[in-house]
């Protein structure tokens, strides 16, 4: 039972380029949430999702990111026109309803 | 004020010893996690509580509802212990986490 997949791992984009994140849930789990770890800075939530829909993007930046969860394929965060202060961790996590999140090994986004 | 504080924000320990860290948290919750960040950054989950204690192997997490606080605890420590630890609360109804800012663990020999 492979656990939550993101990919890539390391990802470097020059400002102006467009980043996509994917994550790939744990078998059986509906449920994503998608988190940002900034340089020396606690985690922080970005946006849960589960198949179709966004739930909640309360700590979503207001421009140049977006979520979605499609009924097929992975989890997909994209930041459009990155900037150098996007740099950071973005891990994101699945679960059934309510239960236990299980975290993916993050991908470490570099902005040039 | 952050609506998790976790204390102490680093701690070194001699291997062996028994360690405590601690969380306290401002917001109604329906369940309080503990992680487990490595050097390499991964994040793995050590525990959901709603009450009471939990033990897996020579960890043990408890939380006190009534009090707003919760202690992990870690017995004969080792130097593979050494990881940032992570408290995290679920309060909303939605099941985002809000995040302690962490505490930084070394175990020497």
Known sequence: NAGVMQNPRH???R???????????????SHVYWYRQLPEEGLKFMVYLQKENIIDESGMPKER?????PKEGPSILRIQQVVRGDSAAYFCA???VRNEQ???????LTVL | KNEVEQSPQNLTAQEGE?????????????ALHWLQQHPGGGIVSLFMLSSG???????????????????LHITASHPRDSAVYICAV????????????????????
């Open chain 2, 18 to 30: 028994f360690i405590t860290i601690n969380c306290s948290y401002s917001v109604g919750i329906s």
């Open chain 1, 102 to 108: 299980f975290f993916g090994p993050g991908t470490r």
């Open chain 2, 90 to 109: 679920d309060g909303g109804s939605q099941g985002n986490l809000i995040f302690g800012k962490g505490t930084k663990l070394s175990v020497k020999p």
């Open chain 1, 94 to 96: 699945s679960s059934l």
């Open chain 1, 15 to 29: 400002r102006g380029q467009e980043a996509r994140l994917r994550c790939s849930p744990m078998k059986g789990h």
């Open chain 2, 53 to 71: 204690k939990k033990k897996h192997g020579r960890l043990i997490a408890t939380i006190n509802i009534q009090e707003k606080h919760s202690s």
């Open chain 1, 65 to 69: 990111f977006s979520a979605e969860f």
């Open chain 1, 11 to 13: 990802l470097v984009r």
